[in-house]
């Protein structure tokens, strides 16, 4: 098989994960979404804040600052639980969300079976009768090959909102 044709097979099973993944969120079946995540997940969404061009690299908050996440498989899982629980007043009821993927590129490879992969988001919610958000933003992923599917290892979520105007931040990236 020639290296392009490879390349754009590859390039399809990772959009396709994404909507799968995409898919499952939107359906609410966490549980399964879960199983797209490895052991040794690191999820993490930064605070932006806005700067004068000489500042942008100051424009997102470090590793280890503040952050909207900064989780890891077992709080991941902890938050899938809680939803289970019917405890979660920020998700009674819960929030209806539509997640769209686009502009979806393999920009590396990490190790072997390992791609870094980036794409743009939109994801929108409702919840209750009129109360509406919708976040913008950038993902830069690293996804790991386990037992013939995909897997994220990592998840860096950036947002293009400075502001956040939502009643709660409690749906998943």
């Known amino acids: 098989m020639s ?3 490879e390349a754009m097979l590859l390039q399809h099973e990772i959009e396709q994960f994404y909507y799968m993944e995409a898919a499952l969120l ?5 549980n399964e979404w879960l199983a797209l995540l490895t052991k040794d ?3 993490w969404m930064p605070v932006r804040s806005t700067r004068t061009r000489a500042d942008m690299h100051l424009e997102f908050s470090k590793p280890g600052e503040a952050a909207y996440f900064d989780d890891d498989k077992q709080t991941m899982t902890a938050r899938v639980k809680k939803l289970d629980t019917g405890f979660s007043w ?3 009821p819960p929030s209806r969300t539509r997640h769209l993927v686009s502009n979806v590129r ?3 490879r ?3 079976g ?3 992969v980036s794409s743009n988001f939109h994801v929108y919610r409702s919840r209750l009768a009129n109360d509406e958000d919708s976040w913008f933003g950038r993902r830069e992923d690293c996804l790991r090959k386990l037992d013939d599917s995909w ?7 950036y947002l293009d909102q400075v502001s956040l105007d939502s009643q709660n931040l409690s749906i998943f990236f």
């Open 26 to 30: 939107d359906e609410r079946r966490f």
């Open 90 to 92: 920020a998700e009674d």
């Open 106 to 108: 393999i920009t590396g």
């Open 114 to 116: 390992e791609l870094e």
């Open 151 to 157: 897997q994220v290892s990592r998840r860096h979520i």
């Open 110 to 112: 990490s190790r072997e």
């Open 41 to 43: 997940l690191e999820y």
């Open 3 to 5: 290296p392009h044709l």
